[in-house]
């Protein structure tokens, strides 16, 4: 990000006019690249209300982003969390989180991240500060 940052104000109308060279040089993959300008588009075209997403639910979030190509649940619920700064997403499926909740609480290697999920229930609505601070953890404990 820091390379793409380095080059200037990122907006949807100045990512399209990169080449795919000039991406690649950012660090972005050929599938990131192609998928950042799936975004890129829903929002220069109002498809995806990008200023009108702080205004609507969770769910409707998440529906609203994942219609973009490229956009799946994680990186919905990653937009929830850092973003919106949504207090109680929980990104399912974060291989980092699931490591570090079988570190800290000493869960069996075999943990999914469905079970995981389910463990989180009791930290609602504060999931996504648990989430945070098991990010610390991990990257702590690396």
């Known amino acids: 990000f820091n390379k793409l940052a380095a080059a200037g104000q990122v907006t949807p109308q100045r990512f399209l006019q990169f080449s795919d060279e000039e991406l690649r040089g950012f660090g972005f993959s050929r599938q990131k690249a192609r998928y950042g300008r799936e975004l890129s588009r829903a929002i220069e075209s109002g498809d995806l209300d990008i200023d ?78 648990a989430a945070r601070i098991l990010w610390h953890f991990y990257l702590s404990t690396r």
Do not use: E, F
């Open 52 to 129: 009108g997403l702080a205004a609507l639910d969770d769910d409707n979030v998440r529906t609203q982003l994942m219609r973009v190509k490229g956009i799946g649940r994680w990186t919905a619920d990653i937009y929830l969390l850092m973003a919106l700064l949504r207090p109680d997403v929980w990104p399912t499926g974060d291989l980092a989180l699931v490591k570090a909740m079988q570190r800290a609480k000493t869960l069996p290697d075999a943990l999914t991240a469905a079970s995981a999920s389910d463990i989180t229930d009791r930290w609602r609505p504060w999931r996504a500060v």
